[in-house]
């Protein structure tokens, strides 16, 4: 007789329930305490500025670790896409913001394109 058994078995980096929830929480608490302390006016300038981007750093970890599981077992792989796609952002950044920056240092000021036009039109050019 031939028996065929199947196994249904769920990925081993597939999340609980209670780490959906706990990363759902996280992640409302993560966006209400910054809207609220700048919506009432509690902080404001660079004070806001850190609070916000300090909330955003634990809300990309909280997505990072609950969420898309990338610190559990077996996603060395996932670890490594990730880590390659934020070099790449890194570099593009970076980068644009450099050349942007000389860009701006190589500008001529108005003042000299308007000097020279108005001599050489005086010279007849």
């Avoid at 996280?26 to 509690?42: D, H, K, R």
């Avoid at 898309?68 to 890194?90: A, E, P, S």
Wanted: with cysteine.
């Amino acid at each position: 007789m031939n028996h065929q058994t199947t196994k249904t078995t769920t990925p081993h980096h597939q999340g609980s329930l209670l780490s959906y929830t706990v990363g759902f929480i996280l992640s409302l608490v993560l966006t209400i305490i910054p809207f609220f302390a700048v919506m009432e006016g509690l902080i404001a300038g660079p004070s806001a500025i850190l609070l916000l981007t300090g909330c955003a750093l634990a809300q990309l970890l909280v997505q990072l670790f609950l969420f898309l599981h990338l610190g559990g077992k077996g996603q060395r792989l996932n670890l490594m896409v990730f880590l390659f796609m934020l070099l790449v952002v890194i570099i593009l950044v970076v980068g644009t913001l450099w050349i942007m920056n000389n860009l701006h240092y190589n500008m001529v000021p108005t003042e000299q394109i308007d000097q020279y036009m108005s001599e050489q039109s005086q010279k007849g050019f």
